[in-house]
């Protein structure tokens, strides 16, 4: 795990030069803490952390809680922890100002920073240039190292057991939110820490995805899950989408429709692609077959996005980002939006780019299911 | 993360007490001459958002941008695609949607004179929002409004109180389901994650860890339509010296519990019991506002603070071993005059 950690420190560096930074403070507030465990390894609970990097010498990690301060020494990559106390965050001012201070300060999730850190941070450091190095961060986070797409796999195969267990759970009578309880109950009888889930069921009148309400499946619904269990802190995703009972004539086109779709967008996915000539291949089959107007922000958002991390991650996969899809950046192709054929449709598979392709990451099969 | 169900039953909260929320709000800007009241929230931290409005904020951040007089409104990142399903859950009737917070508040404002905007616990505010309001916003005062909703949160009603009640129950049955039999940790929490979630909460947090070779910990924080309780307690597998110390802890704790004291006097008692025990250990008192993020949004100084009768706190007496386990005792209570009502009372008292 040392290779690990000099790997990501090594690619972290390497962002820094080409940043001008000469120190990186990582902020983890409770719902972003991808930047903090990138560099400690460690799974925290608090909801405030930082890990600092300077351009040479060791790493620190500061944490709010003392549980959080265990389990990054329990990680071994960061000696260096001290606690992160309001308002004056002195123990981590201390330890920037012992090492060389930084002429210019690259703070990733810089945007989310609170008001009483950033302000210690300001008057503890004066003279120092602080810039935001969240751009920055979630560029040397979207290449994943060997160790990292072995969590993505193991995330991938827990993907394809929550959709089976979204399956077994749709039945007409049964409450939105009790499908949900299955599939949150599966994923962590199999280990997952977290999972991002959107859900939606009904006919034509679905616009998109929601968390889930207490309307009661009816035969003929087209019920729509896009989950995103969490392995050893790396996301895997899988969108899919089944019909209680048969599939009318709308469902079946749509679901020809979004396959057609996935697959043009994954017949591009190579290294040296970018994330708009992804989009387009996706976004072509619904202009070829009249629904192009159905690829625009009035009725979706991306047409895929990496992760890792983080569920959501970079490249946004869509028409104009020119995004260079790097090998072993790992993306989910989804090509999901809202018509007239089914409703909101959902359909997406996850892959490791590769060299001359990609390397799937599920085993759920790629059809319209029925139940 | 929040994907539980999300409803919004005026037969739980009446509409007339949502309304009487924001205007008791709107009184006090109106005494401070504040424009208009501006509530910063994430998918993390939003209860004040949920409290006025019953909004979720699922993902993402937003403002809930309240006027001196007349509705609120929402300034979010999140699409408007989610406009129906939003107004489904809330009485929010003005959503708006951006990538930039400042750029919504602006437009927000443009119709108003220069005035003073009351940034509802600026402290935790990402700076960058505050400094972009500043800059888009010429003319106006930003002004600190403190923890003014979390004040009004921590005096609940009587119908918060049947919902604190029933969120606790969820949280106590989680962790009795989660501590039966012999299971995996993993196992634990598909059990407890299940039973919480079946029974309608919102959100659910579920730690369930070693404490030493010799314990498990299950440890649920549970949503239930806007309200947070907490429950824990300490599965044996032998009889490790140090049970009969957490449990002695924590009754002390327990029995010193009643308007009037404070984490301080809590820890004296539960230090009594201890008698120097060289583990390290941790004592909290927690409102149920803070719950969501484990206290951890308290403004500096309000850890110190006394409870007072009426407030629903979770008290947490948390052991840290040298091997880097843990192990937690926890409960929900009802402060009254005459005493603490232990809301997870499901659950066996810790100290029997």
Request: hydrophobic share 40%; net charge negative; proline share 5%.
């Amino acid at each position: 795990m040392q290779d690990e950690r000099d790997w990501r420190i090594s690619r972290v560096r390497h962002g820094m030069t080409k940043a001008g930074i000469e120190g990186l403070l990582a902020f983890a507030p409770g719902w972003r803490r991808e930047n903090v465990r990138y560099l400690t390894g460690a799974s925290l609970r608090g909801s405030f952390a930082t890990a600092y990097l300077p351009m040479a010498g060791n790493p620190a990690a500061f944490a709010g809680t003392v549980q959080d301060e265990q389990a990054i020494r329990a990680h071994g990559w960061v000696a260096d922890v001290r606690p992160l106390v309001y308002p004056d965050c002195s123990e981590m001012l201390t330890r920037l100002r012992e090492s060389n201070v930084p002429g210019k300060l690259g703070i990733a999730h810089l945007e989310l920073m609170p008001r009483i850190m950033l302000a210690a941070i300001r008057k503890g450091l004066p003279g120092v240039e602080i810039i935001s190095a969240t751009r920055m961060m979630n560029q040397v986070r979207m290449v994943k190292s060997e160790w990292e797409l072995e969590q993505i796999r193991r995330a991938g195969v827990v993907c394809s057991a929550g959709w089976e267990a979204f399956v077994s759970a749709l039945k007409p009578g049964a409450m939105e939110f009790e499908i949900v309880a299955a599939v949150e109950a599966e994923l962590k009888r199999l280990g997952a820490q977290d999972n991002f889930m959107l859900f939606a069921s009904g006919g034509t009148e679905v616009m998109g995805m929601s968390p889930p309400g207490n309307r009661r499946l009816q035969l003929g619904d087209m019920v729509r899950t896009e989950l995103t269990p969490q392995l050893n802190g790396y996301f895997a995703q899988i969108c899919r989408s089944a019909v209680l009972g048969e599939p009318n004539e709308g469902q079946v086109r749509s679901f020809a429709l979004f396959k057609e779709a996935l697959e043009a967008g994954l017949a591009v996915v190579r290294a040296g692609v970018t994330a708009n000539e992804i989009a387009c291949a996706e976004n072509d089959v619904f202009r070829k077959y009249g629904y192009g107007e159905y690829c625009t922000s009035q009725y979706t958002r991306v047409r895929g996005h990496g992760h890792g991390l983080h569920p959501d991650e970079v490249p946004m996969i869509v028409e104009g980002d020119q995004t260079v899809l790097e090998e072993n950046s790992v993306i989910i192709i989804h090509p999901n939006t809202y018509t007239p054929l089914a409703g909101y449709h959902v359909l997406g598979d996850p892959v490791v780019v590769k060299k001359d392709g990609f390397e799937l990451l599920l085993t759920t099969e790629r059809k319209l299911f029925s139940v | 993360m929040k994907r539980g169900l999300v409803l919004f039953d005026p037969q739980e909260i009446s509409a007339s007490e949502l309304v009487e929320r924001t205007t008791r709000l709107q009184r006090s800007m109106q005494q401070q001459g504040v424009t208009a009241a501006f509530i910063y929230g994430d998918v993390y931290h939003s209860g004040d958002i949920t409290y006025l409005s019953n909004l979720c904020i699922y993902w993402n951040e937003g403002v809930l941008a309240v006027p001196a007089t007349g509705d609120p409104a929402l300034l979010s990142k999140l699409s408007s695609r989610v406009h129906p399903w939003m107004r489904s859950i809330s009485n929010l009737k003005d959503l708006r949607s951006g990538a930039n917070l400042g750029d919504l508040a602006s437009e927000y404002l443009k119709a108003s004179s220069p005035g003073i905007v009351g940034l509802v616990e600026m402290d935790w505010w990402p700076a960058y929002v505050v400094d972009d309001l500043q800059a888009k916003l010429p003319g106006w005062e930003l002004r600190d409004l403190g923890s003014i909703v979390q004040q009004e949160r921590r005096r609940p009603s009587e119908s918060e109180l049947k919902l604190l009640r029933k969120s606790a129950e969820i949280s106590a049955k989680a962790v009795e389901i989660g501590l039966a039999g012999t299971m995996t940790n993993p196992e634990r929490a598909g059990r407890a994650e299940l039973s919480a979630r079946m029974a309608g909460v919102e959100d659910v947090l579920v730690f369930c860890h070693p404490a030493t070779e010799h314990a498990d910990t299950v440890e649920v924080v549970a949503e239930y339509r806007g309200y947070w309780t907490l429950a824990s307690r300490v599965v044996f597998k032998g009889s490790p010296e140090w049970a009969p110390m957490l449990r002695q802890a924590y009754g002390a704790a327990e029995q010193r519990l009643r308007p009037g004291v404070d984490v301080a006097q809590l820890r004296m008692a539960a230090g009594a019991a201890l008698n120097g025990s060289a583990i390290p250990w941790r004592i909290d008192l927690i409102h149920h506002t803070d719950l969501e993020t484990g206290g951890d949004y308290r403004l500096p100084g309000e850890e110190a603070k006394a409870v007072h009768a009426g407030s629903v706190v979770g008290l947490r007496l948390e052991f840290a071993f040298a091997d880097g386990t843990h192990a937690v005792t926890a409960d929900t209570f009802e402060i009254r005059d005459d005493g603490a009502r232990r809301l997870t009372k499901a659950l066996p008292q810790v100290s029997s």
